[in-house]
C-alpha cells in the first residue's frame, strides 16, 4: 500500500516545493532573482505533471 501512496507523496513534495519558489518569487526585490525564482517553479510543476500525471502540477481546488 506505501507504493500506491510514494506517487502522490512525491507529486505533494514537488507542488510544495513550486510553492515555496512562487512565495520566494514575490518577495524577490531583484527582477532577476524573480524571474529565477519563477521560471524554477514552473519546471519543477511541469516535470511533476510528466511524472504524475495531469493537473499533479498544481494545487487542489478548495
Known amino acids: 500500500m506505501s507504493d500506491e501512496n510514494r506517487p502522490s507523496e512525491r507529486a505533494r513534495q514537488m507542488r510544495d ?10 518577495h524577490a ?3 532577476a532573482e524573480r524571474q529565477r525564482l519563477t521560471e524554477k517553479a514552473l519546471h ?3 516535470k511533476s505533471e510528466q511524472e504524475n500525471g495531469p493537473g499533479s502540477g498544481t494545487m487542489d481546488p478548495m
Open 29 to 31: 526585490t531583484d527582477p
Open 44 to 46: 519543477i510543476r511541469e
Open 17 to 26: 516545493k513550486a510553492q515555496e519558489l512562487e512565495q520566494a518569487a514575490q
